[in-house]
């Protein structure tokens, strides 16, 4: 397995990664997920000013998978990039990979909120159900090494609860705990997040003993 730097015997050598992002609260989310493993992640540098990626693709996997592509070419190390949403059967599978602009271009998280609530107004109980979705993908110099998908389910709540996350976090009870995501502590979030079930299937495929991705 052609990993990066030297360990101890005994210990795996660190496998690095780049998250295409530029958000370092991402980043802290991710190093929680990677803790106890070989992996150490940080941003790709200057991801500002690096040619942005169309999120257009009206699927998770294209668009998640596109962008860890279009990332990795700017860098000989390997990026992970992912795209994530919102799908509710009851409105067809809306806002679905189009979660975070279902407000419009300019729309703030509050606004995608407000306007599921809206859409939502008038059903209960089974019709309430909804799913976070993730695909999270590994690319390195343009070539993919790992593309993998999970979700989590839940109920839409009527109104906002909590202030610990983002995005649709407030309205999305996570039946298990009684709570929305908003809510949950970020070690209970992590444990059942979209998100980081499937950092979970990458980290694994990535420190798999003998694994044949990296070589």
């Known amino acids: 397995m052609a990993v990066h730097g030297s360990a101890p015997e005994g210990r795996?050598?660190?496998?690095?990664?780049?998250?295409?992002?530029?958000?370092?609260?991402?980043?802290?989310?991710?190093?929680?997920?990677?803790r106890g493993s070989?992996?150490?992640?940080?941003?790709?540098?200057?991801?500002?000013?690096?040619?942005?990626?169309?999120?257009?693709?009206?699927?998770?996997?294209?668009n998640g998978a596109g962008k860890a592509l279009h990332y990795s070419r700017?860098?000989?190390?390997?990026?992970?990039?992912?795209?994530?949403?919102?799908?509710?059967?009851?409105?067809?599978?809306?806002?679905?990979?189009?979660?975070?602009?279902?407000?419009?271009?300019?729309?703030?998280?509050?606004d995608c909120v407000l306007k599921l609530l809206r859409a939502m107004e008038g059903k209960v109980g089974d019709e309430r159900r909804a799913r976070f979705v993730c695909v999270t993908a590994v690319a390195r110099r343009g070539r993919a090494l790992?593309?993998?998908?999970?979700?989590?389910?839940?109920?839409?709540?009527e109104a906002p609860r909590g202030a610990n996350g983002f995005g649709y976090d407030p309205v999305f009870l996570l039946s298990d705990l009684g709570r929305t995501s908003a809510e949950a502590s970020p070690d209970e979030k992590n444990?059942?997040?979209?998100?980081g079930r499937a950092f979970r299937k990458v980290r694994n495929l990535l420190t798999a003993p003998n694994s044949s991705i990296l070589s």
């Not at 860098?75 to 407000?103: C, F, K, N, Q, W």
């Open 12 to 34: 795996l050598a660190p496998i690095r990664i780049l998250l295409a992002s530029s958000n370092p609260g991402k980043l802290r989310e991710y190093r929680e997920l990677a």
């Open 38 to 62: 070989a992996l150490e992640l940080d941003l790709l540098a200057n991801f500002r000013e690096l040619p942005p990626f169309e999120e257009s693709a009206p699927t998770f996997a294209e």
């Open 191 to 195: 444990r059942r997040s979209h998100r």
């Open 74 to 110: 700017f860098t000989d190390e390997m990026v992970l990039a992912e795209d994530s949403g919102i799908v509710v059967p009851a409105l067809g599978g809306a806002p679905g990979a189009h979660s975070a602009r279902y407000a419009g271009p300019n729309g703030t998280d509050a």
């Open 146 to 157: 790992a593309v993998v998908s999970d979700f989590v389910e839940g109920i839409l709540t």
